[in-house]
């Protein structure tokens, strides 16, 4: 598994690569300054050991506003989960349980 933090300088090749290798990607975007993306992101890790096949990206939309405008962002935390870079499984805004994630996942596959 893998979590990488992501810029707009970066952002594209990052994305290309976790594609290619067949993995579930999951978007979180969120500020450094936001409590509730801080709690998102202790789900997310807590899902990182239970789904093997997964890369979550961070985005901090303060750093990086063109990604966040690009994927229409407007309330954080909000996560994007990919199937694959043209099959959008599940789009949430707010806190999502670890466990939830995971039914969303498993539920869409």
Do not use: W
């Amino acid at each position: 598994m893998a979590q990488f933090e992501v810029d707009e300088e970066n952002f594209q090749a990052v994305m290309d690569g976790e594609f290619s290798k067949d993995k579930i990607v999951i978007l979180k975007f969120g500020s450094e300054f936001c409590e509730a993306c801080s709690a998102l992101e202790m789900e997310l890790e807590q899902l990182e050991d239970i789904i093997e096949n997964i890369s979550i990206l961070s985005i901090d939309c303060d750093r990086s506003p063109e990604i966040a405008e690009a994927h229409d962002i407007y309330q954080l935390p909000t996560m994007i989960i990919f199937e694959n870079k043209n099959r959008i499984l599940h789009e949430a805004e707010g806190v999502i349980l670890c466990e939830d994630i995971q039914k969303i996942i498993e539920s869409k596959l």
